[in-house]
């Protein structure tokens, strides 16, 4: 097989994976489809002169899979690298390994590529729309995008090193993932006093002094009102109360607590 015609497959492996892996979703196999559908290229053409191991190898991928669709493309190249080699005999090692790595990449993708990303540049995004600024928009299209697009260099960091890769990824990525989540404690609680909103009513008069609740709540912890907010909607969620019972309890109770002039 000429290399320049196996790097336009893997390129078409990984496009369907990007638009269509996470898709097919479905209580049965989970990304199990999406997976076979994107490697259907690499094993038409790895199979091509057999067509029962064609058919062993599509059962094979249709196995249950579920992982952050971020990290998938890391396994996936491994998967690759594994079937070119050894086709059939390969097949059982591809099911256990994909079995295995799942789990693990599903964690750390999900702080890397989700959690820590869609926190930092959806809070700056957020911001910038609030004040009018439409760049705002454009910066987590902008941010969404490249997320997307380390599918290429993931998959071939799987395709060249295949499993040795993952000891080496734990151990690199660790520190790595504790810095960042720092830096998204950190936009978290920044956003949670700048952007919740909550204004006491009531109003301290004392000669030519004029005191807001909040201002008076805010001399014994700056944003007080804020973190007591987000602290009973953590809480909530904590409970495993749905969030769109969490967010229709927001609403009511600010509705009646402005409703008695308590919240203005």
Not at 72 to 79: K, L, N, Q, S
Not at 248 to 262: D, E, F, Q, W
């Amino acid at each position: 097989m000429k290399m320049s015609k196996m790097k336009k497959i893997y390129r078409k492996v990984m496009n369907r994976w990007i638009v269509f892996g996470a898709t097919s979703l479905n209580y049965e196999k989970y990304e199990g489809l999406g997976y076979t559908y994107a490697m259907l290229p690499f094993i038409e053409e790895n199979y091509r002169d057999d067509p029962a191991g064609k058919k062993t190898a599509i059962t094979t991928q249709l196995q249950f899979f579920n992982t952050t669709p971020y990290t998938a493309p890391f396994i996936m190249g491994v998967d690759v690298g594994m079937e070119e080699n050894g086709k059939t005999a390969s097949l059982e090692a591809v099911s256990a390994l994909k079995t295995g790595l799942m789990g693990p990449l599903a964690g750390i993708g999900d702080s890397l590529f989700v959690t820590i990303p869609w926190t930092i540049f959806g809070a700056i995004a957020a911001n910038m729309a609030l004040h009018g600024n439409p760049f705002g928009c454009i910066l987590w299209i902008i941010a969404s995008i490249l997320i997307r697009l380390t599918a290429y260099p993931l998959f071939t960091a799987g395709y060249r090193s295949g499993t040795k890769m993952l000891s080496s990824i734990n151990t690199t990525l660790k520190a790595l993932t504790n810095a960042a989540s720092v830096l998204g404690l950190m936009v978290v609680g920044a956003l949670a006093a700048t952007m919740v909103k909550v204004n006491l009513a009531f109003t301290f008069k004392q000669g030519k002094l004029t005191m807001t609740g909040n201002s008076i709540l805010d001399q014994i912890m700056p944003g007080l009102l804020p973190a007591a907010v987000v602290g009973v909607i953590y809480y909530l969620l904590g409970k495993k109360v749905k969030p769109v019972y969490v967010i229709l309890i927001v609403l009511a109770v600010s509705i009646a607590l402005n409703a008695l002039h308590i919240l203005a």
